[in-house]
């Protein structure tokens, strides 16, 4: 799959029609593993590092790594994520020989002006479970929030429930979770929860990031990797 040669109108409407099929109903209540993926690159080059690491749920273990190096001149536009990064997180997740139950995405689930941010995108062309777990807010707003951990504040989009801000850490700035697909909004906030360690950045996302940063630098390899959870340190 490849996005380069469409137009920005052609994104908009694709997203449109994407949305049809995005599902808010949690089909999996029995989740056992949990992937998050996520995208590094070099400033002002074409080439970006994706990666998805799957992990133990609820223990938070990595388990096993997907690393792949791919082209894209899409640029990169607020509201179309999708588009640069879905592509080469397709091509992570292929390598993968046992799909997680749940996918978890650096980015937007259905808190997004067309209800289409990376997660509902990936999850709707897998037909997999996914969340949205954003740093910054793109679309909708919520209520001031409490300073301490797992304090969170419903984000209303349009009139409607989309997601959450979840306070991760006391005092530090929220991250921003709703669905993507087949997941409900009030499922994907307690999912989330459980995926909250130590750290601002809950445990899917942020081993992502850490492999494709450090893919990106030479210090890993593209392709699937298993993890030796006795000797690997995190």
Known sequence: MNY???SLTEATNMQNELRKKVSLTTENVNITTIAGGDISHNKDTDIVYAGIVVLSYPQMVPLSYSLVIAKTTFP???GYLGFREVPALLKAWEQLPQKPDLMILDGQGVTHPRRMG???HF?????HPSIGCAKNMLHGDYKPLGLEKFNNSAIISQGEHMGFALRTKDGVKPVYISPGHKVSVNDSLELMRACVLKHRIPEPTRHAHEKVNLF???KLKEGYHVIDVQTELF
């Open 4 to 6: 380069d040669t469409i």
């Open 76 to 78: 990169y536009i607020p």
């Open 118 to 120: 990376i997660a509902s």
């Open 123 to 127: 999850g709707v062309l897998t037909d």
């Open 216 to 218: 990106r630098v030479g």
